[in-house]
């Protein structure tokens, strides 16, 4: 009798003790950078993680540029790594996939999903390509719709008097200037009529 409670409270034990955790840090981007994004997968990746990968990343509006395995972060202005790997229990499972993403070398998001202490839980048989594309947009919640943009140069009012413009001219310029945001816009219209 004793045997089979310490059985059964070891049993208890081994399923609260797994778990499956997944933690992002969304990407912080630079506006000025290009939407290219270089993949980099780790040595012995699976295609199907590529793809996934690859497809979600396109969907949020990155162009893509693939580097061999193991190639260094800091060879693209913006680039991501990953790996994934997968498990045997009763079905092929993906036990556990990291994304980096690196603007100059530099680590400026993560996501990370782990299921390898998921023992005995039944929730660890995912869709692989439904999460890759989950961790993709919780990663990039903005996508590449910020990207691409020059940096700002705002004209002070004595030398935009200095160059004789009327307040027209600049109002046209600033009408015809590409890829600002509404702030930046509604900053630039503020100080030209407060000339």
């Known amino acids: 009798m ?5 059985g059964l409270a070891l049993a208890i034990a081994s399923m609260l003790g797994c778990s499956i955790k997944q ?21 012995g990746v699976r295609e ?18 693939q580097l ?8 693209c202005p913006l680039s991501t790594t990953y790996t994934g790997t997968w498990r045997w229990d ?8 990291e ?9 400026v998001g993560r996501a990370v999903y782990d299921a390898r202490s998921g023992g005995g839980r039944l929730d660890k048989f995912i869709d692989a390509e439904s999460k890759i ?6 990663l990039f919640p903005n996508g590449a719709a910020l990207l691409g943009q020059r940096p700002a140069v705002v004209a002070t009012s004595v030398s935009e008097a200095a160059t004789g413009r009327s307040r027209g001219e600049l109002l046209q310029e600033l009408q015809d200037t590409p890829g600002l945001s509404y702030e930046e816009y509604q900053r630039r219209y503020q100080a030209i009529m407060e000339q």
């Not at 009763?90 to 996939?97: D, G, K, Q, S, T």
């Not at 594309?133 to 919780?138: K, N, Y």
């Open 133 to 138: 594309h989950e961790l993709a947009d919780e």
């Open 48 to 65: 199907g993680f590529t793809h996934a990968y690859g497809a979600a990343l396109q969907s949020k509006g990155f162009t893509l540029r």
């Open 68 to 75: 061999p395995a193991g190639s260094s972060p800091s060879r």
């Open 99 to 107: 994304i980096g993403v690196f603007e100059g070398g530099k680590r």
């Open 90 to 97: 009763v079905a092929l499972y993906m036990r556990y996939a």
């Open 23 to 43: 933690t992002v840090d969304p990407a912080q981007l630079s506006p000025t950078l290009q939407p290219e994004i270089c993949m980099i997968a780790a040595p």
């Open 2 to 6: 004793k045997l089979r409670h310490i």
